[in-house]
C-alpha cells in the first residue's frame, strides 16, 4: 500500500515532534543542576578545601568500621583533594566532581555549583578539620533532590589513619602555624573509620586544644536544585 505525500508530511512532522521531545526529556534528565551552601559551624575549627562529587548508589567514599583508602587518608591527614578527586573522576558510576578553594574558618559560608543526571541522584562531600590529625566533615551519599531544596547537617569523622597525638608536627594548617606534612601513616592510626570523638587536652597546639573541640554536627549542608 503506498502513502500519499500529505501523509508522509504529516508522518514525518510526527516523527520529528517525538524527537524533539525525547531530546527535550533526556536534556531534563541529563542536565540537572544544583547549588550548594556549605556553613561551617564549629566555633575555631577550619575546613580545607572541599571535595564534592554527584554519583548514583554504587559509590560510596567510606564505610564505618573499615579501612580507609589511601585517596581518603590523604584527604583526612593532609587537606589534599587530588587523590580522591582523581579515583571519583575515574570511577563509574560519577557524573561530576568539583573542589572549592581556600580554607572555610568557623561560621563562614561557601557555595558552588555542580551537575549530575536522573539516575545519578546522590551527592557526597568530605574536607579535612584543622587542626586535627586526621579528621573529617563528609556526606556519604545523601539524596539530591528532585526539586526544591534539603538541608543535611554533616558530622565529624576519623579516617583512623593516623595516631591522635595533636601535634603541630604531625598537623597540617595555619593553626599550627603552617608546620607539619600531613604524610599519611596509615600504620599508626586506629586502622578503620569511625566517628570522631573531637580534640581533647593534649598536645602542642597554639591557644590550648579545648578551644576547636566541638559537640554534634560540624556543617550544615544546603541542596538546591535551579535546574
Known sequence: ????????????????????????????????????????????IAFTPILAATHNSSVALFQLGSMASDELGALAEGGATDPLEGELSGAHGVAETTTTSGLLMGG?????????????????????????????????????????????????????????????????????????????????GEGFVHMSNGIHEQGDIPGGSARYDWRGAVAEITIRRIR
Open 108 to 188: 563562614e559560608t561557601v557555595e558552588f555549583e555542580i551537575s549530575t543526571s536522573r539516575r545519578m541522584g546522590k551527592f557526597s562531600m568530605a574536607a579535612m578539620l584543622l587542626p586535627t590529625n586526621d579528621a573529617f566533615v563528609a556526606l556519604d551519599g545523601v539524596r539530591l533532590p528532585n526539586r526544591g531544596r534539603k538541608t543535611y547537617y554533616a558530622h565529624a569523622y576519623d579516617a583512623g589513619s593516623e595516631i591522635n597525638d595533636q601535634l603541630c608536627a604531625n598537623i597540617p594548617g595555619p593553626q599550627c602555624g603552617g608546620a607539619g606534612d600531613g604524610s599519611f601513616t596509615a600504620v599508626d
Open 1 to 44: 500500500m503506498s502513502i500519499s505525500k500529505p501523509a508522509r508530511f504529516i508522518t514525518s512532522i510526527a516523527v520529528l515532534s517525538l524527537t524533539v521531545l525525547a531530546s527535550v526529556a533526556d536534556a531534563s534528565n541529563y542536565n540537572r543542576k544544583y547549588q550548594v551552601t556549605v556553613t561551617n559551624i564549629t566555633p575555631a
